[in-house]
């Protein structure tokens, strides 16, 4: 069977690097949608034995509009591993660990996620206890005054780290308005005051963990009519709460001018610095974001001149990085980058590098053979990591469907590279890559 699967592999490849109108989702796989509204994608993949599980909701930072509670969608994933109405927070545990599941959560800007892999013979008992937390979560203060520890000892854990600080600073530099202003752990007074939010908490459950903001995503050895059932039977009878309202998200102001702003370490640590570009949300609808990851491949990546002059000819740096996030809202394209100790001092001949890079790419036609090399890079890397395992794939059909609720916004990104021009790049750079949408992060160690 895995000879298959790295043949199907094969496949793919030849049919995405060869521009084939061959859809890339070749899979089997089948989608529906309870009558309470609850989303199930259903992939059958090569991995005898063995689902990978994800169920994606839509919400994360992004909807913490209310003054003093930034965090709390990473909070609350943290709260839902605290039992049930029917089971311990201990007993609730006991049961991945018995049936060998791997079982974990995460929250980004716009979406939390709560996934695991098992044997497909142990999948009725996983999703029994999936819909047992979502449809029956009850704890009670102590515990979220434990939890709320744990938190504030993983937010200190990150503030111990230069990329964190850096995040932290140009989220708010960037945004004054838009909830993006603030990254998934939240403000540390916030967090702070997790311990005392009992009676906030409930409310913010009532509000996103709802049966129309959740899929059920199952990928690998399934059969389609039983996994229907099977998630119906666990999870039809879910009902939301009837008063609950959706946050509305406050608008950002149109940027008009470049932000800079510094952080100042008390520790010795290389220079970092990050240069942003306000962006539009993600959307397959038009080539934009296919525009920025072949923008990014030539002009930044180990391939490129940059890298090749300013990390390998010069040695001024020894990390650099430029891509953007699929996000809701308009977001931030980034280019990160630390400095060797042969490029300290020289931040302002750097950032002018960049600056020229940015504005050969508005000033001037990429050429069609930049184009073609990385079209085929980003293919190849995108089909060699979102198809390598059950998990990464529907990892990957977790993320792109909250943006985009078809199972087929996997081909059209595929789709929307292949069909990205020369002038789709330079016009993408032309409206959004200007001085008056940029912010400059510059991060600085104690001995310089």
């Not at 020289?346 to 050969?360: C, W």
Request: hydrophobic residues 40%; aromatic residues 10%.
């Amino acid at each position: 069977m895995k000879h298959h699967f790295v043949l199907a592999i094969f496949w793919i490849l030849s049919a995405v690097t060869a521009g084939a109108s061959t859809k890339t989702l070749t899979l089997p796989h089948k989608t529906a949608t309870l009558s309470n509204g609850l989303r199930i994608v259903l992939v059958k993949y090569p991995s005898p034995g063995v689902v990978a599980y994800q169920m994606p909701l839509r919400v994360g930072s992004r909807n913490e509009v209310e003054a003093g509670k930034t965090g709390f969608a990473h909070f609350f994933e943290h709260l839902m591993f605290r039992g049930t109405k029917k089971r311990t927070a201990e007993e609730f545990g006991q049961i991945y660990n018995d049936l060998g599941c791997e079982n974990n959560a995460w929250t980004s800007d716009d979406i939390t996620n709560y996934h695991g892999v098992v044997a497909s013979v142990y999948l009725p008992q996983i999703l029994d206890a999936e819909a047992d937390r979502f449809m029956n979560l009850q704890f009670d203060e102590k515990a979220l005054r434990d939890e709320s520890g744990a938190v504030m000892g993983e937010y200190n854990k990150n503030v111990a780290q230069p990329e964190f600080l850096l995040e932290e600073k140009l989220r708010s530099t960037a945004f004054k308005k838009h909830t993006y202003s603030h990254t998934t752990m939240g403000f540390k007074e916030d967090v702070l005051q997790f311990p005392e939010r009992f009676a906030d908490v409930w409310p913010f459950f009532k509000r996103y963990y709802r049966p129309e903001n959740v899929s059920v995503i199952l990928v690998g050895d399934i059969d389609f009519d039983k996994m229907l059932r099977l998630v119906k039977d666990k999870f039809g009878d879910w009902k939301g709460a009837a008063d609950a309202k959706p946050s509305i998200i406050p608008v950002e102001p149109e940027q008009t001018e470049t932000r800079h702003a510094e952080v100042k370490l008390d520790k010795p640590t290389q220079t970092r610095l990050t240069i942003a570009y306000k962006i539009p949300a993600f959307t397959t609808k038009n080539r934009d974001f296919a525009s920025l990851e072949l923008l990014s491949a030539i002009q930044f990546s180990v391939t490129s001149d940059f890298q090749k002059e300013y990390k390998f000819k010069r040695k001024w740096l020894d990390a650099v990085d430029a891509g953007a996030l699929e996000q809701a809202d308009p977001g931030l394209w980034m280019i990160n980058l630390r400095l060797a100790e042969a490029g300290e001092g020289k931040e302002a001949e750097i950032l002018a590098a960049v600056d020229q890079t940015v504005a050969q790419v508005r000033d001037h036609a990429l050429s069609a053979e930049k184009i073609a090399a990385a079209k085929k890079r980003v293919k190849n890397s995108a089909v060699t990591s979102w198809f390598s395992s059950p998990e990464t794939l529907s990892g990957r059909i977790a993320w792109l469907t909250t943006f985009e609720p078809d199972l087929d916004v996997i081909n059209r990104v595929f789709e929307r590279v292949e069909e990205t021009k020369a002038s789709d790049i330079t016009g993408f750079a032309k409206r959004f890559l200007t001085d008056s949408r940029k912010t400059v992060i510059t991060l600085r160690g104690s001995s310089q």
